[in-house]
């Protein structure tokens, strides 16, 4: 039951560009989606989240945007630079729940 | 500021075999989870924990237990190690749930059944 889902398996922008990341999910009782960054051999780490009684939240190169009439949310690196070169998992969860939900991830390649 | 510890990195087991990843944090973190992500998979929940002496089970814990007897300390034990149980685990901690907070994480534990 893959309630979180990244479609692209992997992405590859120019450095200074902008690169997108999209994340889809089917549980319409979460209400926190956070993004998380995975550097080869190390464990994940917290990116940025956004509420769901919001539309936008944004923290230096990286803007996170929900839709929930569409349960889309996207996250948005500009400009994109080398070292942001990792593997990117979407999460959801539920405020009343302690079962954070993760997609399968984007891998993103920022070329130099 | 060691964060999340996870021990072993590695490891090998032959089916039916038993072992335990530990994990350790020096946050003072309430709430303790164990993770597997599985290849091309996204990380799935085994066990939680919001405190010492209360466990609870996430979305995979067949064939896994935990403890937590400290704050500190959330070792995940496998019984008997199936194929099935290969994968990457990790560890994480967090304040409290409900929350845009995000976790931290360990390093990860890679572990083959053969």
């Known amino acids: 039951d893959q309630q979180v889902k990244q479609n692209s398996p992997s992405l590859s922008v120019q450095e200074g560009r902008i690169s997108i990341l999209n994340c889809d999910y089917t549980?319409?009782?979460?209400?926190?989606f956070l993004w998380y960054k995975k550097y080869p051999a190390e464990g994940p780490t917290f990116l940025i989240s956004i509420s769901s009684i919001k539309d936008k939240n944004e923290d230096g190169r990286f803007t996170v945007f929900l839709n929930k009439s569409a349960k889309h949310l996207s996250l948005h690196i500009v400009p994109s630079q080398p070292g942001d070169s990792a593997v990117y998992f979407c999460?959801?969860?539920?405020?009343?729940?302690?079962?954070?939900?993760f997609g399968a991830g984007t891998r993103l390649t920022v070329k130099p | 500021n060691a964060g999340v510890t996870q021990t072993p990195k590695f490891r090998i087991l032959k089916i039916g075999q038993s072992m335990t990843l530990q994990c350790a944090q020096d946050m003072n973190h309430n709430y303790m989870y164990w993770y597997r992500q599985d290849p091309g998979m996204g990380l799935k929940l085994i066990y939680y924990?919001?405190?010492?002496?209360?466990?609870d089970k996430g979305e995979v814990p067949n064939g896994y237990n935990v403890s937590r007897s400290t704050t500190e300390d959330f070792p995940l034990r496998l019984e008997l190690a199936a194929p099935s149980q290969t994968s990457v685990y990790f560890c994480?901690?967090?304040?409290?749930?409900?929350?845009?907070?995000?976790?931290?994480f360990g390093s990860g534990t890679r572990l083959t059944v053969v």
């Open positions: 924990s919001v405190g010492a002496g209360i466990t």
């Open positions: 994480a901690s967090s304040y409290r749930t409900g929350t845009g907070m995000g976790y931290t």
């Open positions: 999460a959801a969860r539920n405020e009343n729940n302690n079962d954070m939900r």
């Open positions: 549980n319409s009782m979460f209400d926190y």
